[in-house]
């Protein structure tokens, strides 16, 4: 029974002390790296970049290595090293640090495999990357275009207050307002909208209260004095030319 009971204790014991002898090895050193100019995609690098390494309040300085061999020491926080794929061998290459802390302690991060590629290999990879946005874009915008227009026809005449889910929108160039439509794409900065009223194309962010408000008190006013007062690209240009005609 002493035994079973001594046996327990001791079990009791362990659990308690193992925990605690485990946080005091938590002191880990974490590496990043970060893309300053150049091209970076799944272990393929090619430009310049810089390192991060970061650790326990006592940490006093760090190295920093590329294939087992130090490259730079850093005694100073944010401790950083910046290097570049040109000034090493193409290929495969392991990079890591080693920080040392005011307690004598050696932290290892975890070692990084990153591939270091050509200026050609890069650009070709990054055309990889931005001609399908580009298109992408394009087919956006073009769809942007064809369903603005067909809900624009169907949705009839703008009214003063009506702009749907998608919320109103202030038009650049006529200053009126109008509702921006759900089927239009965003494009992150805005929806690509056509103006109901002056016929402009633009991406327009979704307008305040505020500006909602003053918009439409110019469309009011100028309804009151027999129309709005908007003038079409095509309007414009036909004036110009009947400005610039004189009689012989």
Not at 33 to 46: E, K, N, T, V
Not at 82 to 95: A, Q
Not at 200 to 219: G, T
């Amino acid at each position: 029974m002493n035994r079973t009971r001594l046996a327990t204790l001791g079990l009791l014991l362990a659990l308690i002390i193992i925990p605690v002898t485990a946080q005091g090895n938590d002191a880990t050193l974490q590496l990043t790296i970060s893309r300053d100019f150049g091209f970076s995609l799944g272990g393929r690098i090619q430009g310049k970049f810089t390192l991060k390494a970061e650790g326990p309040e006592n940490l006093t300085h760090v190295e920093f290595l590329i294939d087992d061999v130090v490259v730079s020491t850093d005694r100073e926080r944010p401790f950083r090293y910046s290097f570049n794929t040109g000034e090493h061998d193409l290929g495969v290459h392991h990079i890591s640090a080693v920080g040392y802390t005011s307690l004598e302690e050696v932290l290892h991060s975890p070692v990084r495999k990153y591939e270091f590629v050509s200026v050609e290999e890069g650009l070709k990879g990054a055309t990889g990357i931005v001609v399908p946005i580009l298109i992408g874009t394009i087919v956006l915008v073009v769809i942007a275009a064809v369903s603005t227009v067909l809900v624009g026809r169907k949705g009839g005449r703008p009214r003063i207050g009506d702009y749907g889910p998608a919320g109103g929108a202030v038009c650049s160039r006529c200053e009126l307002p109008f509702g921006r439509h759900v089927l239009s794409p965003n494009l992150l900065i805005g929806k690509v909208e056509r103006c109901p009223h002056c016929g402009k194309w633009a991406i327009v962010r979704r307008a305040s209260r505020e500006a909602l408000e003053k918009a439409e008190a110019r469309w009011v006013d100028d309804e009151a004095r027999g129309g709005l007062d908007v003038e079409s690209e095509e309007d414009k240009l036909r004036r110009m030319i009947d400005d610039s005609r004189f009689e012989s």
